[in-house]
Structures are given as C-alpha cells and as structure tokens.
C-alpha cells in the first residue's frame, strides 16, 4: 500500500503514527506529495486531491483520515484503535472528532491570515475560539493514554500541530493536565517517530 501524505498534516500524522502502533510498517509506504502540485499519483488515489490518501495493492483510494484509520485498524484485527462496543466506541471517535475540529479550527486561522484577513476579523475569532474551547475541554477531559487509541492519536496530533504552527501561543500555560497528557503521549514510539519540526 502507499500512502500518501505531507509532513505537516495532523491528520496524514495520524495515519502515519497509525500504521506504527497496528504493526502495520512493512505493508505501507510513505510517500510525501505536495498536493498544491496536484500529483498525478494523488489525484487518482483521491480526486478531492487531499491527504492523507491512501492507495491500495489493486489501485483503490481510500481517503480521509478516520475512513483510512477505520480501514487499517480492520486490516490489523480490528479493535485496536476504535473499540467495537457502543459505548466505547461512541467515546473514542468524539474524541477523535474534538481532535481533528481542533486541527480544522487551527488550520482555517492558519489559512485565514495569510489570505489578507486580520487577527481580529470575526471568522478568524471565531476558529481561535473554537481551539480555545477544545482546549479547554481536553484540559478537563483528556484522552485515554494506555492503550491510546483513534482518540488519543487525534488530539496529540493536533496538538503537535499547534506546537510547530503557533510557536507564539502558550496553550500549556493554563492547562497543566493537557500539557503533562501531551508529553506522556509524545514519548509514544508512534508519536515520538512521526514528530514534526520546521
């Protein structure tokens, strides 16, 4: 299988620290693309031409990240990452989805200022709400540590997101909890090996 991600993504991160924790290495191979290139590779694999994408032996996209993350942890038995019961599965994938809005809300200012929008402009406090709000939430609920599962890897890589594109925002500072989370799940191998810096 290739996937196809680029570095910087929380969510190609939580693929890539996915294949890791399911033991899934030796079948998947990275590939770094920058999709603003409109890879040919990509586009097939994915017509939104978005990562992660993931390209099957026979030539079929999977993509999104919580489809390819449901479909590896299947592939590795299943239950490891998204428990099979109700309850338990219905907690683990809102966490993931409080990761991956948090990822959203911080990507949309990433993608707001530099479109000319100021830092006070309305729809750009409202995402810097929106991460401060989740934020907050994780600081009184953090995730699961171990096992981690789906839940847990969204929000570590959406934290590890914050920490490389808004270096000038001390998200630790008020929440101790989070912060102490963050740094046990960062000595993760999964974590740890799929880290990003610029």
């Given at each position: 299988?290739?996937?196809?991600?680029?570095?910087?993504?929380?969510?190609?991160?939580?693929v890539r620290a996915a294949?890791?924790?399911?033991?899934?290495e030796a079948r998947v191979?990275?590939?770094?693309?920058?999709?603003?290139?409109?890879?040919?590779?990509?586009?097939?694999?994915?017509?939104?031409?978005?990562?992660?994408?993931?390209?099957?032996?026979?030539?079929?996209?999977?993509?999104?990240?919580?489809?390819?993350?449901?479909?590896?942890?299947?592939?590795?038995?299943?239950?490891?990452?998204?428990?099979?019961?109700?309850?338990?599965?219905?907690?683990?994938?809102?966490?993931?989805?409080?990761?991956?809005?948090?990822?959203?809300?911080?990507?949309?200012?990433?993608?707001?200022?530099?479109?000319?929008?100021?830092?006070d402009h309305p729809l750009?406090?409202?995402?810097?709400?929106?991460?401060?709000?989740?934020?907050?939430?994780?600081?009184?609920?953090?995730?699961?540590?171990?096992?981690?599962?789906?839940?847990?890897?969204?929000?570590?890589?959406?934290?590890?997101?914050?920490?490389?594109?808004?270096?000038?925002?001390?998200?630790?500072?008020?929440?101790?909890?989070?912060?102490?989370?963050?740094?046990?799940?960062?000595?993760?191998?999964?974590?740890?090996?799929?880290?990003?810096?610029?």
């Amino acid at each position: 299988m290739k996937l196809y991600h680029a570095p910087l993504s929380p969510y190609a991160r939580k693929v890539r620290a996915a294949v890791i924790l399911l033991g899934l290495e030796a079948r998947v191979t990275e590939i770094a693309v920058r999709v603003s290139d409109s890879p040919p590779e990509v586009l097939a694999a994915n017509p939104l031409c978005k990562i992660p994408a993931l390209e099957l032996p026979d030539g079929e996209g999977v993509y999104d990240s919580r489809v390819i993350v449901d479909y590896l942890d299947g592939l590795a038995g299943g239950g490891r990452l998204v428990p099979a019961g109700d309850e338990a599965r219905r907690r683990v994938l809102r966490m993931q989805a409080l990761g991956d809005g948090l990822a959203d809300a911080a990507i949309l200012v990433r993608t707001l200022i530099p479109a000319g929008l100021v830092h006070d402009h309305p729809l750009v406090q409202r995402q810097l709400a929106a991460v401060r709000r989740s934020l907050d939430r994780l600081e009184s609920e953090p995730p699961a540590l171990e096992p981690i599962d789906i839940g847990g890897l969204s929000v570590a890589c959406a934290l590890g997101y914050l920490d490389v594109r808004f270096v000038d925002d001390p998200w630790r500072l008020d929440r101790p909890a989070l912060a102490a989370w963050y740094e046990a799940a960062c000595r993760l191998p999964c974590l740890a090996r799929t880290a990003v810096t610029l």
